[in-house]
């Protein structure tokens, strides 16, 4: 099963609520963390995902945007008190690290939630974590030997080649092979990313001298990995202004490779609503941009597994 990571910001959600209805419940679990202190739309969307058979993980301890500076204590009871949210998610408990006991010590009250580990843990908690209904890990900062002692895995990664700069990506970067990879560990059932979005949470992007749009794929070529192509404007690249004029020229670099190349991407709602765009070379905003990014790149990997 695949476990996208997303900020409960407009984009991420909006993404999340369009695709409830088209893809399978039995393929995708969303991870969702709270990042500010306006649940509307973050309710909206646990139910949409409910009345699609899924049950989305919510991370009730967050601690990026409002919630590294201001308490989550209330956030659990707010969502149960709302009878749009109320049971219609898996609590979800985020531990930084092994000196973490607040929060290992949470899974007492809620003993069907899943843990979030951020980084390693000792042996001495895996009593506590077998307990949890999953545990999700990056293997690259957990030991091995605790991770083949726990029970139910979902390993996770941060797979997007990020850059600082627009202008600094190159046409195709490696995304993952994890989609793969995850099946040979018995205890794994699952894997996770956090889309074209990385895991660094911004509150917002910068000036936009290069526009880019990131369209991911699974190259048969290369046993089943993911990559990630990127078409870039160039257009005015020394001014943060034009942002429709730029995103227009990186729209039609990417639809003149699909012309040449009509089988590489997924027929996916995301790319869907890029072409509808193209057709009539509308700029959306970039916001939007990276929202169909974001479908995009979800819904290929449903369609993978």
């Known amino acids: 099963m695949y476990y996208p990571i997303l900020k409960a910001k407009r984009h991420e959600l909006n993404t999340l609520y369009d695709l409830a209805s088209i893809l399978p419940a039995t393929k995708y679990r969303p991870v969702i963390e709270p990042v500010n202190a306006k649940y509307k739309q973050l309710i909206a969307t646990i139910d949409q995902l409910h009345n699609n058979s899924v049950s989305p993980l919510v991370i009730i301890n967050p601690s990026q945007g409002h919630f590294a500076k201001n308490s989550s204590a209330g956030l659990f009871g707010l969502l149960q008190a709302d009878p749009k949210s109320a049971n219609k998610f898996v609590p979800c408990i985020k531990v930084k690290d092994a000196a973490d006991s607040a929060a290992l010590s949470l899974l007492a009250s809620y003993p069907n939630a899943a843990i979030y580990l951020e980084s390693d843990i000792g042996a001495g908690s895996l009593s506590v974590l077998n307990s949890a209904s999953c545990v999700l890990l990056n293997q690259q900062k957990v030991d091995e030997s605790i991770v083949d002692k726990l029970h139910n895995v979902v390993v996770y990664s941060d797979s997007f080649a990020k850059k600082k700069r627009n202008a600094d990506y190159t046409a195709k970067s490696f995304y993952s092979g994890l989609h793969v990879s995850y099946k040979k560990k018995t205890n794994v059932?699952?894997?996770?990313?956090?889309?074209?979005?990385?895991?660094?949470?911004?509150?917002?992007?910068?000036?936009?001298?290069?526009?880019?749009?990131?369209?991911?794929?699974?190259?048969?070529?290369?046993?089943?990995?993911?990559?990630?192509?990127?078409?870039?404007?160039?257009v005015d690249d020394k001014l943060p202004?034009?942002?429709?004029?730029?995103?227009?020229?990186?729209?039609?670099?990417?639809?003149?490779?699909?012309?040449?190349?009509?089988?590489?991407?997924d027929n996916t709602l995301g790319l869907g609503e890029f072409r509808a765009s193209h057709a009539v070379m509308h700029f959306p905003g970039l916001g939007l941009v990276k929202e169909m990014s974001m479908k995009h790149h979800i819904e290929s990997l449903c369609n993978y597994i």
């Open 241 to 265: 202004t034009n942002s429709g004029g730029k995103y227009k020229e990186a729209l039609v670099k990417m639809f003149a490779f699909i012309a040449a190349n009509p089988t590489v991407y």
């Open 189 to 234: 059932s699952g894997f996770g990313d956090f889309t074209i979005m990385g895991e660094e949470y911004l509150d917002s992007g910068g000036p936009a001298f290069v526009v880019a749009i990131h369209v991911s794929y699974i190259d048969a070529t290369a046993p089943n990995s993911m990559h990630v192509h990127h078409y870039c404007s160039t």
